[in-house]
């Protein structure tokens, strides 16, 4: 059986599902060499040999990307010099798709031999399903973690396994006993700097919109990092704020989903979290006007988030761009604040679509899908 595999993630979802694939992974064989880069928790795991990037790596739309380009080519070639200088005999891509499906591409160039497999399927069902033949020809196996997927895949002829979503676990592991606060309005800005920049000015607007209608509201805003946390305080600063209303909590985004009552939420990967802890919610979404207009040209969904794409109609309003105007927000959380019925209905439809992303383990089902396609080489 191959023993070294070389890890690509590059965002920090991609680190936390990573850690747990690689903890699957020692304990069915404990001969297995990790190694590649990712973030922090990889890192724990690889020690040495694991470079963490994610701090660099993690940029959100096109214009980010072009004015790191530089960047992102030096890291690219890197990377390819990594794998073959570890005589990786495998290499296990994260998401992270604007860069893994290139290096996926480069190296099947480079090796006909060297296992490559995709772990967190990127979502090219939304913008380019063309591409999904193209990636059965240097892919040895997809991994998916929503049901259609597979299907989708498979009919391409790349084997692909439907392993679950790997937050079902995690977030089972955080849940606690806890009553809601009823005026508390959960605030999650996203994961990226550059994205709670864009975001979390509307989401002080939106504040002072909702206290308009209930002066007893108070917040709660939930940072991924520390270093988060402190630019969001220094923002609540320098905004003037009233003291008390806002609480700036970091690394407690599963603790805040379930005391709050309802919460506002930047796309991404929150906005099923808040769904498996049954938190009513809109989202919103803002990027930089040149990375949205080209997203409108390829992306072909009807909805952003992933709870309304696998409901296939819209649970949770979404405002995006323009349309993420403070008063339409605060209009929509309040309805949820207010309206039993509402928030009863949506919290309904979130039980069916948590109930569509399996059990839990896929880590380990991951780990064990993987370890059967490298002892077929």
């Known amino acids: ?9 590059g965002e920090a979802s991609g680190d936390n599902h990573g850690a747990a694939l690689m903890r699957s992974l020692g304990e069915l064989d404990d001969h297995f060499n990790f190694t590649g880069r990712g973030g922090p928790q990889m890192q724990m795991i690889a020690r040495e ?25 030096k890291q690219f070639r890197e990377t390819l010099d990594e794998i073959e200088e570890s005589k990786a005999d495998a290499v296990v891509l994260i998401d992270y798709p604007g860069f893994n499906l290139r290096l996926a591409r480069a190296l099947r160039r480079r090796s006909a031999k060297r296992k490559i497999i995709y772990y967190i399927s990127p979502q090219v069902w939304a913008w380019n399903r063309g ?19 597979a299907e989708l895949y498979n009919k391409s002829g790349l084997r692909t396994e439907f392993v679950g979503h790997p937050m ?17 309005i959960g605030l999650f ?17 939106t504040v002072g919109e909702l206290r308009k209608q209930r002066a007893n509201l108070h917040f709660e805003v939930a940072a991924v990092s520390e270093a988060l946390a402190n630019e ?3 923002t609540l600063t320098a905004a003037q704020v009233k003291d008390g209303l806002f609480r700036v909590v970091a690394d407690e985004t599963a603790a805040t989903m379930q005391r709050a009552s309802v ?12 769904a498996y802890f049954r938190l009513p919610y809109v989202l919103i979404y803002k990027v930089a006007w040149p990375t949205y207009l080209a997203a409108r040209l390829v992306v072909n969904v009807k909805y952003l988030g992933m709870a309304n794409v696998l409901a296939n109609k819209e649970v949770v309003p979404e405002f995006i761009q323009h349309r993420a105007r403070p008063n339409t927000i605060a209009k929509a959380a309040l309805q949820l604040i207010n309206d039993p019925v509402a928030r ?9 679509i948590v109930a569509k992303l399996g059990e839990g383990g896929a880590g380990e089902k991951a780990a064990r899908a993987i370890v059967e396609e490298l002892g077929a080489t």
């Open 1 to 9: 059986m191959s023993n070294t595999i070389y890890f690509v993630a």
């Open 49 to 73: 040999k694991f470079k963490n990037w994610i701090n660099d790596a993690a940029v959100l739309g096109l214009w980010e990307v072009i004015k790191k380009y530089g960047y992102f080519r």
């Open 131 to 149: 591409r999904i033949k193209k990636m059965a020809r240097f892919l040895d196996l997809m991994l998916c973690i929503f049901p259609f997927e």
């Open 168 to 184: 079902v676990e995690r977030l089972r592991a955080r849940k606690i006993d806890i009553e809601r606060d009823p005026n508390l």
């Open 189 to 205: 800005p996203g994961s990226r700097r550059r994205e709670v920049r864009k975001i979390f000015p509307i989401l002080i607007e």
């Open 232 to 234: 969001i305080s220094a």
């Open 263 to 274: 919460g506002i939420i930047a796309s991404g990967s929150a906005t099923l979290e808040a």
């Open 344 to 352: 009863d209905e949506m919290i309904s439809e979130f039980d069916r």
